[in-house]
């Protein structure tokens, strides 16, 4: 279909943005880590693992982009475009673990402050910003932050993790003019608080898709309307909307026509309707036609109500 398109090309677009944005953040984070125990500074620390979830995040958004690319097969019809979705739910409990841990940490070091190598704090912390600013910024210039749930999961990674360094300046710079050991746990909750959000919306997010949820930029009342007002469908039953992956959307429904409507009719029909559901994101759409004699012939109910009294249940055709 030629609406693809331009799905491929962000795709591409994406995938090299992300790649990049990977490597710097990794690295980054390993100095940072580093940094955070050289200087005994748990802000640092927690901003390491802050960027270790970024870098996660990024890595699985990379995987399922490589991953996707793997064709559809009859064993996975959807090829592997879930994996994603598994991978980010996975994510999401990764960082609320983090979270957990760095606020434990943090209640230890509130009760006795140790010290810090706060000028050093203050260097790498900076560095720390410059770097998640420059990330951000090429992730804008080269990504699809909007549309794509994986892009968007990162980028917004990366938007927090800038938080983060800022609070381990603020907290080196309290150290260094004030003495203000308390300083430093502080900001490591902070940074922790942060973390366990994005950890809680990434995860439920992606719970939503692999519960078949209605996807977010779709409005399911719209959507019933254009169809129903399409000129030959009397009415619309068992309809389904749900996300393939982000940015991928299924709808499935059973529709009724007249009995008098053509094979060439109904063919025109389906392409206006798929036309329209388009303008709505709806990137896949099935649809069972009957006419009104099949309807009440053959609902669920009543063939389950035939089959378990033990009659067996014979379609009449009218």
């Known amino acids: 279909m030629g609406h693809d398109h331009g799905h491929d090309h962000t795709h591409g677009a994406n995938k090299k943005t992300l790649m990049i944005s990977f490597i710097i953040i990794t690295g980054y984070m390993i100095i940072e880590a580093i940094g955070g125990f050289l200087t005994n500074s748990l802000a640092l620390l927690s901003d390491a693992g802050h960027m270790l979830s970024d870098a996660i995040s990024l890595g699985i958004a990379l995987l399922a982009f490589t991953l996707g ?39 230890q070091r509130f009760q006795n402050p140790p010290e810090v190598a706060s000028t050093g704090m203050l260097m790498i912390a900076s560095i ?38 800022i609070g381990a300046i603020i907290a080196a710079l309290l150290i260094i003019f004030f003495g203000w050991g308390w300083a430093d746990p502080l900001a ?10 994005s950890g809680y919306f990434v995860t439920k997010s992606g719970l939503h898709v692999l ?35 982000s940015g991928l959307n299924a709808l499935s429904c059973h529709a009724v026509v ?6 060439a009719e109904s063919e ?51």
């Not at 410059?130 to 938007?159: C, K, Q, S, T």
């Open 211 to 245: 519960m078949e949820g209605t996807p977010q930029n779709v409005n399911v009342d719209d959507v019933v309307e254009t169809i129903q007002n399409t000129k030959g469908i009397l009415g619309v039953h068992d309809l389904h909307v749900w996300s393939i992956t």
């Open 128 to 165: 720390g910003l410059l770097v998640n600013i420059f990330v951000a910024w090429i992730m804008m210039r080269g990504g699809d932050v909007e549309e794509n749930l994986n892009m968007r999961g990162a980028y917004l990674h990366v938007i927090s993790d800038m938080l983060g360094s």
């Open 268 to 318: 025109v029909m389906l392409r206006q309707i798929e036309h329209d559901l388009e303008h709505q994101n709806i990137h896949h759409m099935t649809i069972q036609l009957e006419t009104s004699a099949h309807l009440h012939d053959n609902s669920i109910l009543c063939n389950a109500k035939a089959e378990s009294s033990g009659h067996h249940h014979h379609h009449h055709h009218h």
């Open 69 to 107: 690319e793997k064709a559809a097969n009859y064993s996975k019809t959807y090829g592997y475009k879930r994996f994603e979705i598994l991978a980010a739910v996975l994510n999401g409990i990764t960082l609320v673990l983090i979270a957990i841990y760095i606020f434990y940490e943090a209640i």
């Open 188 to 197: 490591s909750v902070i940074v922790a608080a942060l973390v366990l959000r």
């Open 258 to 263: 007249s009995d008098s409507m053509s094979v």
